[in-house]
């Protein structure tokens, strides 16, 4: 399974992105994915989850919630983390990760990850 991140790219504070996971050859929809960053010199965080469509809840970590929202299509088989509001201190390398299995925000327990998309937000 090859996860491919898009959407990444430099904004201005308080601008909008929407960034894309979509795994090569397979629908997303029976996985359950999140999205990670990783600022420079800093460890991975994890930013929100979403669950498989069979038993749907999403998380967030506490400093983008009502900013992010993590949703899927079903119909294209892709997740999206759509970030508005962005800040500063939201720039990052922003990583899609998924598993076979219902998961939080421990990125230990993904078995599949992208490349990472880079967002950078600076006036």
């Known amino acids: 399974l090859q996860l491919v991140e898009s959407g990444g790219g430099l904004v201005q504070p308080g601008q909008s992105l929407r960034l894309s996971c979509a795994a090569s050859g397979i629908f997303l929809n029976y996985y359950s994915v999140a999205w990670f960053r990783q600022a420079p010199g800093k460890g991975r965080e994890g930013v929100s989850s979403?669950?498989?469509?069979?038993?749907?809840?999403?998380t967030y970590t506490d400093s983008v919630k009502g900013r992010f929202t993590i949703s899927r299509d079903s119909a294209n088989g892709r997740v999206y983390l759509h970030m508005n509001s962005l800040k500063p201190e939201d720039t990052a390398i922003y990583y899609c990760?998924?598993?076979?299995?219902?998961?939080?925000?421990?990125?230990?327990?993904?078995?599949?990850w992208g490349q990472g998309t880079q967002v950078t937000v600076s006036s």
């Open positions: 990760a998924a598993s076979a299995y219902e998961r939080d925000l421990n990125w230990e327990e993904y078995e599949y």
């Open positions: 979403i669950s498989s469509i069979a038993d749907f809840y999403t």
